[in-house]
Every structure is written in structure tokens, then in C-alpha cells.
């Protein structure tokens, strides 16, 4: 791992609390971070949130152009954004420092089969419960580190995150969407007041939206996804990826999610 702009001291807020806030970004073979702009306003309102004064964005840039030349062609670029050292206990911090991290990694590789038909994905045991910080992409993700745990446990490719009223909300690391008959859904985050609505899901949904698309946004039973056409998962570095099978439910991946598949594999070309 790589970090800008120094090693990290072992009295970083980031590493006893959580204190802090993520982004991960996909980078072309060109070096273009498509999203950036997306990523970028989400990790300052994340620091809003947390009250941890944003780094300016000279700092920024720099972070992104050292990270950009480690990585050297297309992968991925995580951004962390810290409150600094600070003294024993919760209290933050009058003056905080902040740290601005950032490392490099490959992209992840799912089989084009997988793309093409879709992945199993699993329930997972434990619900996802409101939270005061949903929305924001908080460094202390230890529900999904569990989730994921579970996931790798039962063999499965993904797992699926419920309300504590078992309503589907996200997967492990990924948004939810479903197509149904009269249009396309995905769970209202903000009502649920847990997960986080990603970057990828935001330009999914304005494009949808100048397509003239419908795109439903609320909170439904469990078993509503019974009569969906079809199941995608979504993030900024996997893109669109269809589901094939949750549970006892089985799904073919319509055409319509693979035109969204094209469409943001497009933003993506070198």
C-alpha cells in the first residue's frame, strides 16, 4: 500500500475509531477517473458529516497524481481521509490535522461468465439496523466486514443486506436494482436510514432518468423480488453486475440489463 503524505501515526483517529470517511475510484488504462467528480462530492459531505475540515484540492489533485503514477494504467485508487492523531479518548480534536491516504490496487476480475449470466448471491444472517450516519462512506464498515465474512463462508459470490423488517437493501458492497414490468426499482436508502447509496447507483440513476426510464425508489417485502425480470448489483469499479440466483429465486438477465451494462462498461473504455 502506498500513502500520501507520509507513513501513518499509530495515533491516527482512522485506525482507533473509524474516524474518517473512503472513497474507491476506477481509473482507465488511460488514467481518466470517470466518476471523480461524483466521488469527490460525496467524500466532502462525508467529511461534513464527521466535521473534518476537506483537504484543498491542490492536496487533492496531488494525492490523485501520485496515486495515478503508482497505479500506471488501469485499477483502482482508494482515498482516506482521516481526522488525524489525537490524544486517548472519543473527544475529538479542537484543531484536528487531517491525513489524506491513498492506495493503489488491480482491478478485481469476475468471469465473463459471471458478467454475461449473472452470480448467486446469498441472505445474509444479520440485518442492517438505522444508523446517523447512513449514506456515508464512514471508515468503521465492521456490518459489512461480517457480512462479507458470512458471504466467503456459505460459498457464495455476493450477499444481500436486509432491513431489520426484511426488506432487501444492499449487498455486502455493492446497490440493489430489479427490473419489473412497469419499470425499474432499487431500495430508498435514505428512508431505510442505512447504507449508502454509491456513486455508480447516482449516475445509474440520472441516466436512467434522461432516458425517460422509470425508476421506482422505495422500500418493498423481501418477496417482492419474486416477480422481478431480472436482478443487478452495481458499484464505480464492478459497474453493473446481473444476478442469477438468490435463495430459492432463479432469474435469466433481460436485455434491458444488459444495455445498462454496456452503457457504463462505455465510460470505462480506454
Same mark, same amino acid.
Given at each position: 500500500?502506498?500513502?500520501?503524505?507520509?507513513?501513518?501515526?499509530?495515533?491516527?483517529?482512522?485506525?482507533?475509531?473509524?474516524?474518517?470517511?473512503?472513497?474507491?475510484?476506477?481509473?482507465?488504462?488511460?488514467?481518466?477517473?470517470?466518476?471523480?467528480?461524483?466521488?469527490?462530492?460525496?467524500?466532502?459531505?462525508?467529511?461534513?458529516?464527521?466535521?473534518?475540515?476537506?483537504?484543498?484540492?491542490?492536496?487533492?489533485?496531488?494525492?490523485?497524481?501520485?496515486?495515478?503514477?503508482?497505479?500506471?494504467?488501469?485499477?483502482?485508487?482508494?482515498?482516506?481521509?482521516?481526522?488525524?492523531?489525537?490524544?486517548?479518548?472519543?473527544?475529538? =480534536?479542537?484543531?484536528?490535522? =487531517?491525513?489524506?491516504?491513498?492506495?493503489?490496487?488491480?482491478?478485481?476480475?469476475?468471469?465473463?461468465?459471471?458478467?454475461?449470466?449473472?452470480?448467486?448471491?446469498?441472505?445474509?444472517?444479520?440485518?442492517?439496523?438505522?444508523?446517523?450516519?447512513?449514506?456515508?462512506?464512514?471508515?468503521?464498515?465492521?456490518?459489512?466486514?461480517?457480512?462479507?465474512?458470512?458471504?466467503?463462508?456459505?460459498?457464495?459470490?455476493?450477499?444481500?443486506?436486509?432491513?431489520?423488517?426484511?426488506? =432487501?437493501?444492499?449487498?455486502?458492497?455493492?446497490?440493489?436494482?430489479?427490473?419489473?414490468?412497469?419499470?425499474?426499482?432499487?431500495?430508498?436508502?435514505?428512508?431505510?436510514?442505512?447504507?449508502?447509496?454509491?456513486?455508480?447507483?447516482?449516475?445509474?440513476?440520472?441516466?436512467?432518468?434522461?432516458?425517460?426510464? =422509470?425508476?421506482?425508489?422505495?422500500?418493498?417485502?423481501?418477496?417482492?423480488?419474486?416477480?422481478?425480470?431480472?436482478?443487478?448489483?452495481?458499484?464505480?469499479?464492478?459497474?453493473?453486475?446481473?444476478?442469477?440466483?438468490?435463495?430459492?429465486?432463479?432469474?435469466?438477465?433481460?436485455?434491458?440489463?444488459?444495455?445498462?451494462?454496456?452503457?457504463?462498461?462505455?465510460?470505462?473504455?480506454?
Amino acid at each position: 500500500m502506498s500513502r500520501w503524505p507520509s507513513m501513518l501515526d499509530s495515533r491516527d483517529r482512522g485506525l482507533a475509531y473509524g474516524d474518517g470517511v473512503f472513497e474507491t475510484l476506477r481509473v482507465t488504462a488511460e488514467g481518466r477517473i470517470p466518476l471523480l467528480p461524483l466521488h469527490l462530492a460525496r467524500l466532502e459531505q462525508g467529511a461534513c458529516a464527521l466535521g473534518i475540515p476537506m483537504p484543498e484540492p491542490a492536496c487533492v489533485d496531488q494525492a490523485l497524481q501520485q496515486a495515478g503514477i503508482a497505479l500506471a494504467g488501469a485499477g483502482v485508487i482508494k482515498l482516506q481521509l482521516t481526522r488525524g492523531a489525537g490524544g486517548r479518548g472519543y473527544l475529538p =480534536p479542537a484543531h484536528p490535522k =487531517p491525513n489524506l491516504l491513498w492506495q493503489t490496487s488491480d482491478l478485481p476480475v469476475w468471469q465473463e461468465q459471471d458478467r454475461r449470466d449473472g452470480i448467486v448471491m446469498g441472505l445474509c444472517s444479520q440485518p442492517l439496523y438505522p444508523d446517523v450516519l447512513a449514506g456515508h462512506k464512514h471508515l468503521n464498515r465492521l456490518p459489512q466486514v461480517m457480512a462479507r465474512a458470512e458471504v466467503a463462508r456459505q460459498g457464495w459470490q455476493e450477499g444481500l443486506l436486509l432491513s431489520s423488517r426484511r426488506q =432487501p437493501l444492499e449487498a455486502t458492497a455493492m446497490n440493489l436494482f430489479a427490473r419489473f414490468d412497469e419499470g425499474w426499482w432499487t431500495p430508498d436508502l435514505a428512508a431505510a436510514g442505512c447504507g449508502v447509496g454509491g456513486v455508480m447507483r447516482r449516475w445509474l440513476l440520472a441516466d436512467l432518468a434522461s432516458r425517460g426510464e =422509470p425508476v421506482s425508489c422505495d422500500l418493498r417485502p423481501l418477496s417482492q423480488l419474486c416477480h422481478a425480470q431480472g436482478v443487478f448489483l452495481s458499484n464505480s469499479v464492478v459497474g453493473v453486475l446481473p444476478v442469477r440466483k438468490l435463495a430459492q429465486w432463479q432469474w435469466a438477465v433481460p436485455d434491458s440489463v444488459r444495455v445498462l451494462q454496456a452503457r457504463v462498461d462505455a465510460l470505462f473504455a480506454a
